[in-house]
């Protein structure tokens, strides 16, 4: 899903944990890349606020301002 300046890839559970293979990071990457947009994987525990997952890359640059 494309949101602004990002393309959005979102995973929920009901259970305790979630598991994450690679290639859901490369498929959300690689339709980023295409884009010229921020690749952001969003995860929820039912009844939980969403955590989001960026690359590294992405988060240091939130992080110097």
């Not at 293979?21 to 959300?28: G, I, M, Q, Y």
């Not at 295409?34 to 890359?57: A, M, R």
Request: aromatic share 8%.
């Amino acid at each position: 899903v494309h949101v602004g300046n990002l393309v959005v890839e979102a995973k929920s559970t009901t259970k305790q944990s979630l598991s994450i293979k690679r290639e859901v990071l490369n498929k959300v990457r690689h339709e980023a890349a295409g884009s010229g947009k921020i690749p952001l994987l969003s995860i929820e525990f039912t009844g939980d606020e969403p955590w989001v997952l960026i690359p590294y890359e992405f988060f240091k640059d939130l992080v110097r301002g």
